[in-house]
T-cell receptor, first 112, second 111 residues
């Protein structure tokens, strides 16, 4: 059974810092990995999707990397802003119509 | 563009009462549809998924059921709610193994 772990569970940093969120998964036979953002009481917003054949994806100040063989992914946020404060979730899927297996998330606070 | 709707947004129900949550998708056809639950202190858990009308797969044994009466409509139901059914319910859609897109969610409190 696939398990996804995210470290740290919570993170508070001053505005402007670059930061890294970590995600690990136990079964390397994944089809893709997604990073999501969740604001309090809201649904999920997809940030980046990395196919299993890819090493990284970038969108603006966000960069996600994937090391499938070691079961790890990182989300790099450059020049953090207070608006980046949210919970960041990592999820993997095995393919087909499979649903996503999620980690418990990293609760991020960017201090102005 | 595609849009996903969920209602109601919030719901407070007594233990033992029935439940019906609805999810609809606009702007696409034959989507894969999913129900997830986010309980306090726990991660998002997949409850059901559907690849077509009348086709439902359940991931975990539970007090809930799902139905897909139309191509873009997904319903989550219960005959008798339990306290443990409280949580934030999210519906999502995707095109096969593409990105999953989530709805705004329904906050269910069972008292």
């Amino acid at each position: 059974k696939q398990e996804v772990t995210q470290i740290p569970a919570a993170l508070s940093v001053p505005e402007g810092e670059n930061l890294v969120l970590n995600c690990s998964f136990t079964d390397s036979a994944i089809y893709n990995l997604q990073w999501f953002r969740q604001d309090p009481g809201k649904g999920l917003t997809s940030l980046l999707l990395i196919q299993s054949s890819q090493r990284e994806q970038t969108s603006g100040r966000l960069n996600a990397s994937l090391d499938k063989s070691s079961g790890r992914s990182t989300l790099y946020i450059a020049a953090s802003q207070p608006g980046d404060s949210a919970t960041y979730l990592c999820a993997v899927t095995g393919g087909g119509a499979d649903g996503l297996t999620f980690g418990k998330g990293t609760h991020l606070i960017i201090q102005p | 563009s595609q849009t996903i709707h969920q209602w109601p947004a919030t719901l407070v129900q007594p233990v033992g009462s029935p439940l019906s949550l609805e999810c609809t998708v606009e702007g696409t056809s034959n989507p894969n549809l999913y129900w997830y639950r986010q309980a306090a202190g726990r991660g998002l858990q997949l409850l059901f998924y559907s690849v077509g009308i009348g086709q439902i797969s359940s991931e975990v044994p539970q007090n809930l059921s799902a139905s897909r009466p139309q191509d873009r409509q997904f319903i989550l139901s219960s005959k008798k709610l339990l306290l443990s059914d409280s949580g934030f319910y999210l519906c999502a859609w995707s095109r096969w193994v593409d990105t999953q897109y989530f709805g705004p969610g329904t906050r269910l409190t069972v008292l």
